[in-house]
């Protein structure tokens, strides 16, 4: 290793973060209306068959419609839809309508809104 520096080990607290994180947009129909909301705890857990494996917390309103419909979509923000994106965490759909702030699509899974402007796709 010659002089090469080997920094000391750092102690962290436990709210331990895997940076860098993404900030994606999780959708789901909530009461029979779109809803997203900014996600950033999301990994892959699994190659064949491809899951995902995200954290979304109980009091969210969002998870009522993924209760609901058993149903969501990931959907990754373009930088430019940054404002819309914060707004998605910033808010809740309990009490404001985000149903209009993303042009919204259905793929196969016909309850799980998918937002037009975010264009990554998975390998077809
Ligand atoms: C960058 C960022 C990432 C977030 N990631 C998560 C997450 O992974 N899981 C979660 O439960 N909340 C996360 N939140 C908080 C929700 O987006 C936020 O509470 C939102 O208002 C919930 O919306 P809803 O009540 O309409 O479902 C994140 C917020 C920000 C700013």
């Not at 959907?75 to 759909?93: H, K």
Request: proline letters at 6%; aromatic letters at 10%.
């Amino acid at each position: 290793m010659g002089d090469q520096f080997i920094p000391e080990k750092i102690k962290i607290n436990n709210n331990v973060f895997v940076y860098p994180m993404p900030v994606t947009l999780l959708g789901a129909n909530v009461k029979g209306k779109v809803n997203f909301m900014a996600l950033g705890w999301i990994t892959r857990v699994n190659a064949n068959p491809p899951m995902l494996g995200i954290g979304v917390h109980k009091s969210h309103y969002t998870t009522e419609g993924i209760k609901e419909n058993k149903s969501f979509s990931v959907n990754f923000p373009e930088a430019e839809m940054i404002i819309e994106t914060d707004y998605c965490r910033l808010v809740s759909g309990e009490n404001v309508d985000k149903s209009s702030l993303f042009e919204v699509f259905y793929g196969e899974l016909e309850t799980a809104p998918m937002i037009r402007e975010c264009t990554l796709k998975g390998n077809e």
